[in-house]
């Protein structure tokens, strides 16, 4: 057994070390941490909650643990969404890289160092607090390593008419290494805030490891969206598990467009903690060419009247493999819970794989709780009329996947926001053609 | 030279079980500026032959030639063929959710530029031309804001099918029951609109049930294509024989 451990465990901290100059809550939190990645060790599918997603391989690639040596590097396009109009804010290998200005000093956006150096107090209430890690090795790992990360605060009744635009750059290093972020935000009470993020890699960039956990807490009445890219490097492992708060009468509505990455899973959990609370998990993804990307959805009615729906489209093309894993669990007090939940996918080649396992975990009795999930082709009559008017099919094609994806991509708020995230649909399809057309 | 030239063209349907022959041995020709009526009874093959024109995958085409402008029109992809001049009017037209009406004819005229060494239609001219072809046809103008052919009436669905053809100018125009589903009122409209096609370079195949339509658009050359082959071919007189005695006489010769 010990041989194995040791196996499992490369990417285990110092246990001496842990802790050290820290108040004691934070050491805690982080032996806490790593006694439950060693004794989980490194998920495989043998664990319900990665049945599809091993990680074993990763014990193979020699990672090195980040130091924040990096820098951002010249030249690049990093920022794949172009949003003019955003509060941006850069982190490297999961570091960020100053703070935006002219944000209004109701909000605050900082460095989760500095924040553990010179006021632990003000995350002692959120940190580890609001993402229940008991059962995620990685986000274990996660609280055994973290040093830093994005911390944003709002404060009540704040409500921000641009996007805060996280712009989440993997620069290359010698040789691989593995990053452990931590993130926040945290909304006052009637706060409305929309958060984009964009993982994106620099050219050349190392294979990365990057473990992140974001903890989401969302007073009365506050209202986040979240929208995601993910266009990680095409040699990177990127998990990430967000876990949200929601109270009552606030929203957390989440949009995830993942495109790129060796092996991704994003990992959202969202826990409805109030009266008329509401979580909207949405996404697409693209996969293809040797990729992996999980879709792991958590929805938890822990209290009565919320309503929660996950609705997520995905295209996989020659090659790659997805995978989506939504539950819905309905606590025994929940009453008048109303969660759905619907996955399609669409398999473009006979060697894309798709797998999809829906789960309903339902202790109340006076529930409204669906889920559905389709797999299928392309229509081949649709194929055919825009053929028959001259398109090629290649192009005709590309034009289905899009309206495939419609409807979801129709979750972004319409305008600049959407234009950006279809654009970055559209430069993936004409990507993959070049790709097909090329082998 | 003919526009389109069919020689002894036999073609079955693929079938999980095999294949069935439903084409038997067609001849036909026309010549550029000529209208070519096809009549027949249900399940003789007219459908097949416009799809086997077109391009459709599920066909196999087991003898015979097809000669599009002087080229091997078999031996061109659906997409091709449409660029190279070839529009199919279906019979049943395809809803495509997703895709706007609009956006699908702007990325049809420009495909079809683009194989032709051109730049891409100027958004201000597509807005003109889309406005005054919808206008021409009675198509109402927010119809093709929404996704291509859902929701459309049957009728609706074939107006688009002759807007589209009208906006896109191709050189073969087959026309496979356009006329079904109108009303009287839309059947002028969109014969108007066909009409408006004729042109000494343009041919076309109209494919139809009824001698309505032919009084419409009235034809060089009718011929009765029954059990896969053409039986008959004549005048417009044809088609008003047709009307007044049915198919009769032709499927007792075919069985
Ligand atoms: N996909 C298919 N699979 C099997 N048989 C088919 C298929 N499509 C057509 N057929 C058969 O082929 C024959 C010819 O059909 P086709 O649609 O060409 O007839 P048509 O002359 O257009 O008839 P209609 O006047 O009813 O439109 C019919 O017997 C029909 O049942
Ligand atoms: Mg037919």
Same mark, same amino acid.
């Given at each position: 057994?010990?041989?194995?451990?040791?196996?499992?465990?490369?990417?285990?901290?110092?246990?001496?070390?842990?802790?050290?100059?820290?108040?004691?809550?934070?050491?805690?939190?982080?032996?806490?941490?790593?006694?439950?990645?060693?004794?989980?060790?490194?998920?495989?599918?043998?664990?319900?909650?990665?049945?599809?997603?091993?990680?074993?391989?990763?014990?193979?690639?020699?990672?090195?643990?980040?130091?924040?040596?990096?820098?951002?590097?010249?030249?690049?396009?990093?920022?794949?969404?172009?949003?003019?109009?955003?509060?941006?804010?850069?982190?490297?290998?999961?570091?960020?890289?100053?703070?935006?200005?002219?944000?209004?000093?109701?909000?605050?956006?900082?460095?989760?160092?500095?924040?553990?150096?010179?006021?632990?107090?003000?995350?002692?209430?959120?940190?580890?607090?609001?993402?229940?890690?008991?059962?995620?090795?990685?986000?274990?790992?996660?609280?055994?390593?973290?040093?830093?990360?994005?911390?944003?605060?709002?404060?009540?009744?704040?409500?921000?008419?641009?996007?805060?635009?996280?712009?989440?750059?993997?620069?290359?290093?010698?040789?691989?290494?593995?990053?452990?972020?931590?993130?926040?935000?945290?909304?006052?009470?009637?706060?409305?805030?929309?958060?984009?993020?964009?993982?994106?890699?620099?050219?050349?960039?190392?294979?990365?490891?990057?473990?992140?956990?974001?903890?989401?807490?969302?007073?009365?009445?506050?209202?986040?969206?979240?929208?995601?890219?993910?266009?990680?490097?095409?040699?990177?492992?990127?998990?990430?598990?967000?876990?949200?708060?929601?109270?009552?009468?606030?929203?957390?509505?989440?949009?995830?467009?993942?495109?790129?990455?060796?092996?991704?899973?994003?990992?959202?959990?969202?826990?409805?903690?109030?009266?008329?609370?509401?979580?909207?998990?949405?996404?697409?993804?693209?996969?293809?060419?040797?990729?992996?990307?999980?879709?792991?959805?958590?929805?938890?009615?822990?209290?009565?009247?919320?309503?929660?729906?996950?609705?997520?489209?995905?295209?996989?093309?020659?090659?790659?493999?997805?995978?989506?894993?939504?539950?819905?669990?309905?606590?025994?007090?929940?009453?008048?819970?109303?969660?759905?939940?619907?996955?399609?996918?669409?398999?473009?080649?006979?060697?894309?794989?798709?797998?999809?396992?829906?789960?309903?975990?339902?202790?109340?009795?006076?529930?409204?709780?669906?889920?559905?999930?389709?797999?299928?082709?392309?229509?081949?009559?649709?194929?055919?009329?825009?053929?028959?008017?001259?398109?090629?099919?290649?192009?005709?094609?590309?034009?289905?996947?899009?309206?495939?994806?419609?409807?979801?991509?129709?979750?972004?708020?319409?305008?600049?926001?959407?234009?950006?995230?279809?654009?970055?649909?559209?430069?993936?399809?004409?990507?993959?053609?070049?790709?097909?057309?090329?082998? | 030279?003919?526009?389109?030239?069919?020689?002894?063209?036999?073609?079955?349907?693929?079938?999980?079980?095999?294949? =069935?022959?439903?084409?038997?041995?067609? *001849?036909?020709?026309? @010549? $550029?500026?000529? /209208?070519?009526?096809?009549? &027949?009874?249900?399940?003789?093959?007219?459908?097949?032959?416009?799809?086997?024109?077109?391009?459709?995958?599920?066909?196999?085409?087991?003898?015979?030639?097809?000669?599009?402008?002087?080229?091997?029109?078999?031996?061109?992809?659906?997409?091709?063929?449409?660029?190279?001049?070839?529009?199919?009017?279906?019979?049943?037209?395809?809803?495509?959710?997703?895709?706007?009406?609009?956006?699908?004819?702007?990325?049809?005229?420009?495909?079809?530029?683009?194989?032709?060494?051109?730049?891409?239609?100027?958004?201000?001219?597509?807005?003109?031309?889309?406005?005054?072809?919808? =206008?021409?046809?009675?198509?109402?103008? *927010?119809?093709?804001? @929404? $996704?291509?052919? /859902?929701?459309?009436?049957? &009728?609706?669905?074939?107006?688009?099918?002759?807007?589209?053809?009208?906006?896109?100018?191709?050189?073969?125009?087959?026309?496979?029951?356009?006329?079904?589903?109108?009303?009287?009122?839309?059947?002028?409209?969109?014969?108007?609109?066909?009409?408006?096609?004729?042109?000494?370079?343009?041919?076309?195949?109209?494919?139809?049930?009824?001698?309505?339509?032919?009084?419409?658009?009235?034809?060089?050359?009718?011929?009765?294509?029954?059990?896969?082959?053409?039986?008959?071919?004549?005048?417009?007189?044809?088609?008003?024989?047709?009307?007044?005695?049915?198919?009769?006489?032709?499927?007792?010769?075919?069985?």
């Amino acid at each position: 057994m010990s041989a194995t451990l040791t196996d499992v465990l490369p990417l285990a901290p110092d246990e001496q070390a842990l802790g050290r100059d820290e108040p004691g809550w934070l050491a805690d939190l982080r032996r806490a941490g790593l006694s439950v990645y060693r004794a989980r060790g490194l998920p495989t599918v043998k664990v319900e909650a990665w049945k599809y997603t091993s990680l074993s391989g990763l014990t193979k690639i020699p990672y090195v643990l980040d130091d924040g040596g990096v820098a951002l590097s010249e030249g690049g396009d990093r920022d794949a969404l172009a949003l003019d109009d955003a509060w941006t804010v850069t982190l490297v290998n999961g570091r960020p890289v100053g703070v935006p200005d002219e944000l209004p000093d109701s909000v605050r956006v900082d460095h989760l160092s500095r924040l553990l150096e010179d006021e632990p107090e003000t995350l002692e209430p959120h940190l580890g607090r609001i993402a229940d890690l008991a059962d995620a090795p990685m986000g274990s790992l996660n609280a055994a390593h973290m040093t830093e990360g994005l911390v944003i605060l709002v404060d009540d009744g704040v409500v921000l008419d641009r996007p805060i635009h996280v712009v989440s750059v993997t620069e290359a290093a010698d040789g691989a290494r593995h990053m452990h972020p931590r993130h926040f935000v945290v909304l006052g009470e009637a706060a409305d805030v929309t958060l984009v993020e964009s993982r994106v890699c620099a050219p050349g960039a190392d294979a990365t490891l990057s473990n992140a956990v974001q903890e989401i807490r969302l007073g009365e009445r506050a209202r986040l969206r979240h929208l995601r890219l993910v266009a990680s490097g095409e040699e990177a492992v990127d998990l990430d598990l967000t876990e949200a708060e929601v109270g009552a009468e606030a929203a957390y509505e989440a949009f995830t467009l993942t495109l790129g990455g060796r092996l991704v899973r994003n990992e959202t959990r969202a826990r409805l903690r109030g009266s008329g609370a509401a979580a909207r998990l949405r996404g697409a993804y693209g996969v293809c060419c040797g990729q992996h990307v999980d879709t792991t959805l958590v929805v938890d009615h822990a209290v009565p009247d919320t309503t929660s729906d996950q609705l997520y489209k995905g295209v996989v093309d020659a090659q790659g493999r997805a995978v989506f894993q939504g539950k819905i669990i309905v606590r025994r007090d929940a009453q008048r819970s109303d969660g759905g939940q619907l996955h399609k996918a669409l398999l473009l080649a006979p060697d894309a794989e798709v797998d999809t396992k829906p789960e309903l975990e339902i202790y109340a009795d006076d529930v409204k709780c669906g889920h559905g999930a389709t797999v299928g082709d392309l229509d081949r009559d649709q194929v055919f009329y825009l053929m028959a008017r001259g398109i090629p099919e290649a192009e005709a094609r590309a034009l289905l996947v899009e309206a495939f994806l419609d409807d979801v991509v129709g979750a972004v708020p319409d305008g600049p926001l959407r234009a950006a995230f279809l654009g970055a649909v559209r430069r993936w399809q004409a990507g993959r053609h070049a790709a097909t057309w090329e082998a | 030279m003919a526009l389109l030239d069919i020689k002894e063209l036999h073609a079955t349907i693929d079938e999980d079980d095999g294949a =069935k022959a439903i084409l038997k041995g067609i *001849d036909l020709t026309i @010549r $550029p500026g000529e /209208v070519h009526a096809v009549m &027949g009874p249900n399940g003789a093959g007219k459908s097949t032959l416009s799809n086997v024109i077109a391009g459709r995958p599920g066909y196999t085409v087991t003898q015979g030639s097809v000669t599009y402008d002087g080229a091997d029109l078999l031996e061109m992809e659906a997409d091709e063929r449409a660029r190279a001049g070839l529009f199919l009017a279906f019979q049943y037209p395809v809803e495509i959710p997703g895709v706007a009406t609009a956006t699908f004819l702007k990325t049809a005229i420009n495909a079809r530029r683009k194989a032709a060494g051109e730049p891409e239609i100027e958004a201000l001219d597509f807005l003109k031309l889309m406005k005054s072809t919808s =206008k021409r046809l009675g198509v109402p103008e *927010d119809m093709l804001k @929404r $996704p291509v052919n /859902v929701g459309f009436s049957g &009728g609706e669905k074939k107006r688009v099918e002759v807007l589209q053809m009208a906006m896109l100018e191709p050189r073969l125009c087959v026309l496979d029951e356009t006329d079904s589903g109108l009303d009287i009122d839309a059947l002028k409209v969109v014969a108007d609109g066909v009409n408006a096609l004729r042109a000494p370079d343009r041919g076309m195949l109209v494919i139809t049930h009824y001698q309505r339509l032919l009084d419409y658009i009235v034809p060089d050359v009718v011929h009765v294509l029954a059990d896969g082959r053409i039986v008959k071919t004549g005048d417009k007189t044809l088609a008003q024989e047709l009307e007044a005695k049915g198919y009769a006489e032709f499927t007792g010769a075919a069985a």
